[in-house]
């Protein structure tokens, strides 16, 4: 008696429990293909025994797909007041990047604010009227026409969303326009309405593309669900133009920060998705469930713990995503990030369709180079530069310093930080694009004060930093102004780099001595360098005379090029007309002016061709101290859109020839 009350008590509980399952999915919002998928393998568990491991993974898949966030959606705050101030608080700089965002989201404004049009087609002046009264109290900017051949005429004048047309109709009907708005304007959908509706007729109409086909006389009801669920399919909102912004830049130039600036002023959810070192497509994608302890993808773990189906989704770091055997994770990001086929994504966990078109992406990265290509073809890149030393200063005293002392217990007497001091730090203890390193030096310098408060047991007064202290909190300086201090001298110039944290000046040493012309290079110098070395001295061994050089044997001498911190690989295209300065100097005994920096790849004609950063080493010679700068005149585009405040730092000097820029770098 008692195992069959038992067996009584575990069927009921069996039963309640697949009946709370089923009604699970039924409250869950899904779309109706995945719910009927849901449900038959719900009704697929009611005949499976709780016991066996198969039933439980149906259970834990169900119980997932229901848990999702099936069409709920935070709003989006459609106001660009708001979200210049928001970018403005969290950043000081970026004018360029915040532009270009604020152009995106007031992009993104307009086609959310956007009234969808709709053109009611029906001879009948009732149902004119009816209609348009409907759907304007539903939001929509409806136009009503009476005729076939005014519809016609006005199609090729302006764009409709959905056209409503009477199927039966004088000289023109209903299917006729049906036809000439596929053929000419295959976005809009076409709903037919009918008072002689047929079977033949419904079937011709939806074989032609109608999205639905009406009987009259019309509910309003299924008038106002059907247009909501043809719009549906065609949302102005997210069309398949939808740009995905990707921030490129040295590390600590507030990328991430960024992201998260745009989410808070779009007023959705934010999630970061760190990329690097992912080497498996399944932390994309999912595993499947036959897999033990299979989970779904980041993308979908992410989106059902923010319960939202529409946030921002900042995937960080994908120029370092790893390639093994178990699959490609760049090429699984291909599908998320097609507005294309992101519609329909399919996890391998869920085994359904889930639509991520409404999930904003945002990709960041150091270096552009090392995306794939196909992955980068679906970006629009927004570089970063990095930030000026007025910009540090004010990012310091407005977000650094205030943080660093509530992290340091110094709320009740905070410290004092003088310009002079901040500066000191800046320019002595830091050199870096970003602002990472300057916030541990403010950080460190916070600590020890908090540390000297507790030792002498006085936390009552308040402490002034001055330029003099910063030594006492950090030190003795790390960084020093080479060029400000250092001598000009005969075969040593002054360049200008890129790397993937920032601007850098490197000098180059040239000197000869008795050999068999030989050209030795150093400095851990990659393929590029050591060709632009080549080429800058068969340029001026072919230009002896209109480079005024003595006469030089050079078959009696050896040549040797060197480019000090020789244990950091060095290469790149920028360096050519560098080297060709220091060689001038060299053969001609004139002395190479160090405030004078270079940057441009040289042919062997003497042409200055054109080279990238620009930016960064204008930054990079303004912190190092020097004064002048030698680009390419075909650089001159990307020297003219920089913030003049950067400009007004030093001297710019563009050139198309070597033979220009000689006397502007040698004494």
């Given at each position: 008696?008692?195992?069959?009350?038992?067996?009584?008590?575990?069927?009921?509980?069996?039963?309640?429990?697949?009946?709370?399952?089923?009604?699970?999915?039924?409250?869950?919002?899904?779309?109706?293909?995945?719910?009927?998928?849901?449900?038959?393998?719900?009704?697929?568990?009611?005949?499976?025994?709780?016991?066996?491991?198969?039933?439980?993974?149906?259970?834990?898949?169900?119980?997932?797909?229901?848990?999702?966030?099936?069409?709920?959606?935070?709003?989006?705050?459609?106001?660009?007041?708001?979200?210049?101030?928001?970018?403005?608080?969290?950043?000081?700089?970026?004018?360029?990047?915040?532009?270009?965002?604020?152009?995106?989201?007031?992009?993104?404004?307009?086609?959310?604010?956007?009234?969808?049009?709709?053109?009611?087609?029906?001879?009948?002046?009732?149902?004119?009227?009816?209609?348009?009264?409907?759907?304007?109290?539903?939001?929509?900017?409806?136009?009503?026409?009476?005729?076939?051949?005014?519809?016609?005429?006005?199609?090729?004048?302006?764009?409709?969303?959905?056209?409503?047309?009477?199927?039966?109709?004088?000289?023109?009907?209903?299917?006729?326009?049906?036809?000439?708005?596929?053929?000419?304007?295959?976005?809009?959908?076409?709903?037919?309405?009918?008072?002689?509706?047929?079977?033949?007729?419904?079937?011709?109409?939806?074989?032609?593309?109608?999205?639905?086909?009406?009987?009259?006389?019309?509910?309003?009801?299924?008038?106002?669900?059907?247009?909501?669920?043809?719009?549906?399919?065609?949302?102005?909102?997210?069309?398949?133009?939808?740009?995905?912004?990707?921030?490129?830049?040295?590390?600590?130039?507030?990328?991430?920060?960024?992201?998260?600036?745009?989410?808070?002023?779009?007023?959705?959810?934010?999630?970061?998705?760190?990329?690097?070192?992912?080497?498996?497509?399944?932390?994309?994608?999912?595993?499947?469930?036959?897999?033990?302890?299979?989970?779904?993808?980041?993308?979908?773990?992410?989106?059902?713990?923010?319960?939202?189906?529409?946030?921002?989704?900042?995937?960080?770091?994908?120029?370092?995503?790893?390639?093994?055997?178990?699959?490609?994770?760049?090429?699984?990001?291909?599908?998320?990030?097609?507005?294309?086929?992101?519609?329909?994504?399919?996890?391998?966990?869920?085994?359904?369709?889930?639509?991520?078109?409404?999930?904003?992406?945002?990709?960041?990265?150091?270096?552009?180079?090392?995306?794939?290509?196909?992955?980068?073809?679906?970006?629009?890149?927004?570089?970063?530069?990095?930030?000026?030393?007025?910009?540090?200063?004010?990012?310091?005293?407005?977000?650094?310093?205030?943080?660093?002392?509530?992290?340091?217990?110094?709320?009740?007497?905070?410290?004092?930080?003088?310009?002079?001091?901040?500066?000191?730090?800046?320019?002595?203890?830091?050199?870096?694009?970003?602002?990472?390193?300057?916030?541990?030096?403010?950080?460190?310098?916070?600590?020890?004060?908090?540390?000297?408060?507790?030792?002498?047991?006085?936390?009552?007064?308040?402490?002034?930093?001055?330029?003099?202290?910063?030594?006492?909190?950090?030190?003795?300086?790390?960084?020093?102004?080479?060029?400000?201090?250092?001598?000009?001298?005969?075969?040593?110039?002054?360049?200008?780099?890129?790397?993937?944290?920032?601007?850098?000046?490197?000098?180059?040493?040239?000197?000869?001595?008795?050999?068999?012309?030989?050209?030795?290079?150093?400095?851990?110098?990659?393929?590029?360098?050591?060709?632009?070395?080549?080429?800058?001295?068969?340029?001026?061994?072919?230009?002896?005379?209109?480079?005024?050089?003595?006469?030089?044997?050079?078959?009696?001498?050896?040549?040797?090029?060197?480019?000090?911190?020789?244990?950091?690989?060095?290469d790149g295209p920028s360096a050519g007309i560098t080297i060709a300065a220091a060689l001038v100097s060299l053969f001609t005994r004139r002395v190479c002016r160090r405030d004078v920096a270079l940057s441009g790849e040289l042919t062997l004609s003497g042409r200055i061709l054109p080279v990238g950063g620009i930016k960064e080493k204008i930054l990079a010679a303004s912190e190092a101290g020097i004064s002048t700068l030698i680009f390419p005149e075909k650089n001159l585009g990307d020297i003219q859109v920089i913030n003049d405040s950067i400009l007004s730092q030093v001297n710019i000097i563009t050139a198309n020839d070597l033979s220009d820029i000689i006397?502007?770098?040698?004494?």
């Open positions: 008696m008692k195992s069959l009350f038992k067996k009584n008590t575990a069927i009921d509980q069996e039963y309640h429990e697949i009946k709370a399952l089923k009604q699970s999915v039924l409250n869950a919002g899904m779309t109706e293909p995945t719910r009927d998928i849901a449900l038959k393998e719900v009704d697929r568990l009611s005949k499976i025994s709780p016991s066996s491991t198969e039933y439980t993974i149906g259970l834990n898949h169900i119980e997932y797909l229901a848990s999702l966030p099936w069409g709920i959606r935070t709003d989006d705050k459609l106001d660009i007041e708001w979200a210049q101030k928001v970018l403005d608080t969290e950043h000081a700089g970026l004018h360029e990047v915040k532009e270009r965002i604020l152009e995106f989201l007031a992009v993104r404004i307009l086609k959310l604010s956007g009234r969808h049009s709709i053109l009611v087609i029906d001879d009948e002046e009732t149902t004119c009227k009816n209609l348009k009264y409907t759907l304007n109290k539903e939001g929509y900017q409806v136009e009503t026409l009476s005729s076939g051949e005014e519809a016609l005429s006005l199609l090729e004048q302006r764009h409709f969303d959905i056209v409503i047309t009477d199927l039966k109709m004088k000289q023109i009907d209903g299917l006729t326009i049906l036809n000439h708005i596929k053929s000419n304007y295959p976005s809009t959908e076409v709903i037919i309405i009918t008072g002689y509706a047929t079977v033949d007729t419904a079937v011709d109409a939806l074989t032609k593309g109608s999205y639905q086909f009406l009987a009259k006389p019309l509910k309003l009801e299924t008038i106002r669900s059907t247009v909501k669920k043809a719009l549906s399919q065609n949302r102005l909102a997210l069309d398949n133009s939808t740009t995905i912004l990707c921030f490129s830049g040295p590390p600590g130039t507030g990328k991430t920060s960024l992201g998260r600036a745009i989410a808070k002023s779009l007023n959705r959810k934010f999630i970061r998705i760190s990329l690097a070192g992912i080497k498996d497509e399944a932390d994309i994608r999912g595993h499947r469930r036959s897999y033990t302890g299979a989970l779904p993808g980041r993308i979908i773990q992410e989106i059902r713990r923010c319960e939202s189906q529409n946030p921002l989704i900042m995937l960080d770091e994908i120029d370092k995503l790893g390639n093994e055997f178990k699959g490609d994770p760049a090429a699984a990001l291909l599908e998320v990030l097609d507005p294309e086929q992101n519609r329909s994504f399919i996890d391998h966990y869920l085994d359904v369709p889930f639509d991520l078109s409404d999930v904003m992406f945002i990709a960041t990265a150091n270096i552009i180079s090392a995306i794939p290509a196909p992955l980068l073809d679906r970006f629009e890149v927004i570089h970063l530069s990095g930030y000026t030393h007025q910009e540090k200063r004010h990012i310091a005293f407005n977000h650094m310093i205030p943080k660093a002392v509530k992290e340091s217990g110094l709320t009740k007497s905070p410290p004092v930080f003088s310009e002079q001091a901040l500066d000191v730090i800046i320019k002595n203890h830091t050199r870096e694009a970003g602002l990472r390193d300057l916030e541990r030096k403010i950080a460190a310098v916070c600590r020890k004060i908090s540390l000297k408060m507790v030792r002498n047991n006085d936390t009552s007064q308040p402490i002034t930093i001055l330029p003099d202290h910063i030594s006492d909190y950090l030190g003795p300086k790390k960084y020093f102004s080479e060029v400000a201090q250092a001598k000009n001298r005969i075969g040593l110039s002054t360049g200008l780099a890129w790397t993937q944290t920032g601007g850098e000046i490197i000098f180059i040493e040239a000197t000869a001595m008795e050999g068999r012309g030989q050209l030795i290079l150093t400095g851990s110098l990659g393929e590029v360098m050591k060709e632009s070395a080549q080429a800058a001295l068969s340029y001026i061994r072919s230009h002896t005379d209109s480079l005024n050089l003595p006469d030089t044997r050079f078959d009696k001498k050896d040549i040797h090029i060197h480019v000090p911190a020789g244990a950091i690989q060095k006397d502007h770098v040698l004494l």
